[in-house]
Antibody, heavy 119, light 109 residues
Framework: EVQLEESGGGLVQPGGSLRLSCAAAGFDFDTYWMSWVRQAPGKGLEWVANIKQDGSEKYYGDSVKGRVTVSRDNAKKSLDLQMKSLRVEDTAVYYC????????????WGQGTLVTVSS | SYVLTQPPSVSVAPGQTARISCGGDGIVSKTVHWYQQRPGQAPVLVIYDDSDRPSGIPERFSGSNSGNRATLTISRVVAGDEADYFCQVWDRNTDHPVVFGGGTKLTVL
């Protein structure tokens, strides 16, 4: 069974930093693109970042570009998202997501971790 | 960056057919995926690659992509289908390869 479990969310002040982690299990982690997708309270889904199987390609959404870094450790089957210069508008549930197929359908999602940016 | 447009809401009576559209410039040349999100839950992939269903998704869910829009069709709607639905495309040839539509709230009357 595919499992994705996020951790690291919490309350942080504007301008602060936070590192999210995702532990993967139940599949060959190093053969899949992985992504972070977020959802602000009461809002829609917003793609945050993608990382290729070997980490050689990374892409970021416009609203977070320059402030977040996605990384992965295939040996540990883990995915990270380092966030800095956090803003109130970064408040959201952050999902760890597996991308599948040639057109990267997101076929498995974690339950999400809540990041709250507030003073 | 690329924009996907969905109607904010769609309402349908039980047993009827719901159709949720997803519009975008030249969308027929892209591959569309659809997600269902029930309140308080993570999204679930219900249609991938325009019209394929993951295992475990009822045959009542189908997808198409033609003209200037993609469409998620839910036949014989039941109360449990009430949820938010999001379309999404992936275009590796841009530096913003993943785009979601704004979402459609499906209400079962």
């Amino acid at each position: 069974e595919v499992q994705l479990e996020e951790s690291g969310g919490g309350l942080v002040q504007p301008g602060g930093s936070l590192r999210l982690s995702c532990a993967a299990a139940g599949f060959d982690f190093d053969t899949y693109w992985m992504s972070w997708v977020r959802q602000a309270p009461g809002k829609g889904l917003e793609w945050v970042a993608n990382i290729k199987q070997d980490g050689s390609e990374k892409y970021y959404g416009d609203s977070v570009k320059g402030r977040v870094t996605v990384s992965r450790d295939n040996a540990k089957k883990s995915l990270d998202l380092q966030m800095k210069s956090l803003r109130v508008e970064d408040t959201a549930v952050y999902y760890c997501v597996r991308g599948s197929g040639s057109y990267l359908g997101f076929d498995h999602w974690g339950q999400g971790t809540l990041v709250t940016v507030s003073s | 960056s690329y924009v996907l447009t969905q109607p904010p809401s769609v309402s349908v009576a039980p047993g009827q057919t719901a159709r949720i559209s997803c519009g975008g410039d030249g969308i027929v040349s892209k591959t569309v995926h659809w997600y269902q999100q029930r309140p308080g839950q993570a999204p679930v992939l219900v249609i991938y690659d325009d019209s394929d269903r993951p295992s475990g998704i009822p045959e009542r869910f189908s997808g198409s992509n033609s003209g200037n829009r993609a469409t998620l069709t839910i036949s014989r709607v039941v109360a449990g289908d009430e949820a938010d639905y999001f379309c999404q495309v992936w275009d590796r040839n841009t530096d913003h390869p993943v785009v979601f539509g704004g979402g459609t709230k499906l209400t079962v009357l």
